[in-house]
């Protein structure tokens, strides 16, 4: 079992930066796939990005691309995702999410794919 939180949202202007994190807990290991999510009023939830367990093997939805970078800290057990040039349409309530098991040097990105979810952090981007 695998329990997430997620913290660091907020209300940022249209260009600014914000760095959100995901604390997990319940495993001695990092060998799991994890990944960023979000959900805006009215919309499926989809991948922002994935980090492989590795680290070394990551993805970025088309919309971040250059703009969001996912990363990991094994030792303090925490997912970052820095979010650079924000704009209005990145505001969403955006997710942790990581799986139970999985190769070592793939991600995933279906949300089916994922066993556990964090409760949240909400991004709103002024314009």
């Known amino acids: 079992q695998v329990q997430l939180v997620e913290s660091g949202g907020g209300l940022v202007q249209d260009g600014g930066s914000l760095k959100i994190s995901c604390a997990a807990s319940?495993?001695?290991?990092?060998?799991?796939?994890m990944g960023w999510f979000r959900q805006a009023p009215g919309k499926e939830r989809d991948v922002v990005a994935a980090?492989?367990?590795?680290?070394?093997?990551?993805y970025y939805t088309n919309s971040v691309k250059g703009r969001f970078t996912i990363s990991r800290d094994s030792a303090k057990n925490t997912l970052y995702l820095q979010m650079n040039s924000l704009q209005p349409e990145d505001t969403a309530v955006y997710y942790c999410a990581a799986r139970a098991t999985g190769s070592y040097y793939y991600y995933y990105t279906a949300p089916r794919e994922y066993d556990y979810w964090g409760q949240g952090t909400s991004v709103t981007v002024s314009s």
């Open positions: 980090i492989s367990p590795s680290n070394g093997n990551t």
């Open positions: 319940g495993r001695t290991d990092n060998n799991y796939p």
